[in-house]
């Protein structure tokens, strides 16, 4: 997904690229969110999921932070560590509670 960016009046303006079934998902999604009225703008809706998952990724976080790597005991999520690669060191594999999934 290759994209350019322009900066005006405090916008950062994005160029995206979707291929067809995704632009299609998100036609759809913006008219299927708001039944009866008119459709999110998809600049308007891709925004709005922008904040949600920002919304959702730091309560994962704050959530995962009462946590500590099992193998040099840094409070989590660990971002980087010599211990890497060990089983029982979060960067190994704690990644998988932060990353996106479908």
Not at 70 to 82: A, N, R, T
């Given at each position: ?11 950062l303006e994005?160029?995206l ?6 632009l ?8 299927a ?12 809706y891709?925004?709005l ?8 990724v730091r309560?994962?976080i ?14 989590l ?7 890497n690669?060990?089983s029982?060191?979060?960067v ?10 479908v």
């Amino acid at each position: 997904m290759a994209t350019t960016t322009t900066r005006r009046q405090n916008l950062l303006e994005l160029e995206l690229v979707l291929d067809e079934q995704e632009l299609e998902m998100l036609a759809r999604n913006c008219a299927a969110r708001r039944y009866g009225r008119a459709p999110y703008d998809m600049s308007e809706y891709i925004a709005l999921l922008i904040r949600q998952d920002d919304a959702r990724v730091r309560g994962r976080i704050k959530s995962i932070s009462a946590n500590r790597c099992g193998k040099c005991g840094d409070v989590l999520p660990v971002e980087s560590c010599p211990c890497n690669g060990d089983s029982q060191c979060w960067v190994t594999r704690g990644w998988h509670e932060t990353k996106l999934s479908v």
